[in-house]
């Protein structure tokens, strides 16, 4: 049996007013591989302990299988939880850690048969006489694994399962994990901060900030299309280039997003997306650039939708297969505040709030807290740009992929070409505005 989860506006707060986890609706179908996604500290592990009766849940309610769940026991929930540290037991054997739940289900049952079922599955029939001291850390992590399989539960809770692995493990177990759980066929919500794992493993991935979902969508309708700044910043690497911006549409028709010192002239007719650009007129924007929207390359080698711009080479990353070059264009990077350490702005006016109960101001509250504040900072015209604090200062503000055969050097000013069919622009409190907002991914793909 593998079952369906649905959270329905389900809220968290360990300190009063300051709501870890805020209005959380998901809809996990059965069979689904959900990945949450999001920062250290946004509240991923508490959603996942939520839906395992581990957490109370403070408001809200959590249906599995469409059945009201809110206060059934854990043990009744029949889910298996992995966990990042392992959590084997030191002085049993890997039989014995395997076999543990199984002797508690069903205590005159022989878990052997399982044991075995479950060790062949995984691998690991040669280290089912061994300790956890004995084993390195993928194989404890098999050997966990095995201990939320061999239960055949009806669905897997996984929090940051490999977390504790090196890089090269970590890909292993990955794999391993994406093959065992579609094998199996059963719901499996997993939580992770690291984005790569997010794309490469979920059939839909929900992006938190601040206890807040963001957006939920498959890997790809969340890398190509992300409702804001936020998840724009916190999928893809290399980082999506954001640039402030300042959008120029005189009424001839003519539109510009100016970059500081250049400027990127939208092709005409302005396409269906461009056009909702002409009510940001006079306004700053952010402008968001993946690096696959830019290439190195002169003018008269544009393409239809490439408009030119130049770079100063400013540093480059040597990557092996590939080289990312950071080119200063004399613009200045959008700060994404909170991409690090987000932790929601605890909302003040909390005894305002339910004093004041008209529609309207409900409204905008919850149209503010599901943000979780602003996702971008852009300071007010004629003050210094606010230093990227939270961050590493990275050399340039347009960092671009290429081959590592191309001649380039520290100072060479260079010739670049951006495809505007990849272009982002999201407003002043970090939502997208193009492509529009009502674009379906679906027909991205
Ligand atoms: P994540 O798993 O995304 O890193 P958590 O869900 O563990 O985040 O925690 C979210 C926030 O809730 C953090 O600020 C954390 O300090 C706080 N928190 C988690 N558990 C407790 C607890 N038992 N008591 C108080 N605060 C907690
Ligand atoms: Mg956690």
Known sequence: ???????????????????????????????EFLVLLGPSGCGKSTVLRMIAGLEEIDDGRLFLDGE??????????????????????????????????????????????????????LGIEDLLDRFPAQLSGGERQRVA????????????????????????????????????????????????HDQAEAMSLGDRVAVLRGGVL???????AVYSLPSNVFVAAFVGTPRINLLRGLVRAPLDGAMTISLGKQFLRLPEPLSLDHRLLRVQQGREVIVGLRSEAVRIAKPAAASTGEVALTGL??????????????????SSPAVVPELEAPRPRPERPDRRRRRDGTVLHRLRVRAGARRAGTVATLDPPGKAPRPPSTEPRVPGDLIVRTTPDIPLRHGM????????????????????????????????E
């Open 68 to 121: 009201y769940a809110n206060d059934l026991p854990p043990s009744d929930r029949d889910m298996a939880m992995v966990f990042q540290n392992f959590a084997l037991y030191p002085s049993m054997t890997s039989r014995d850690n395997i076999g543990f739940p199984l002797r508690i289900e069903s205590p005159g049952a022989d878990p052997a048969p399982r044991v075995d079922a479950t060790a062949r599955m």
């Open 313 to 330: 080479v400013e540093h480059l990353e040597f990557q092996g297969h590939e080289v990312l070059v950071h080119f200063n264009t004399g």
């Open 145 to 192: 694994m095995g201990r939320a399989i061999a239960r055949h539960p009806s669905a897997f809770l996984m929090d940051e399962p490999l977390s504790n692995l090196d890089a090269k493990l970590r890909n292993r177990l990955r794999a391993e994990i994406s093959q065992l759980t579609r094998e199996l066929g059963v719901t499996t919500v997993y939580v992770t």
């Open 1 to 31: 049996m593998t079952r369906a989860i649905s959270l329905h506006d389900v809220s968290k707060a360990f300190t009063r007013g300051v709501p870890v986890v805020d209005r959380l609706s998901l809809d996990i179908a059965p069979g």
């Open 214 to 220: 963001q957006q939920v969508g498959t890997p790809r």
């Open 413 to 444: 000013q260079v010739p670049l070409l951006v495809d505007l069919a990849h272009l982002f622009v999201f407003d002043q409190s970090g939502e997208r505005i193009c492509p529009s907002p009502a674009r379906l991914p679906d027909l991205e």
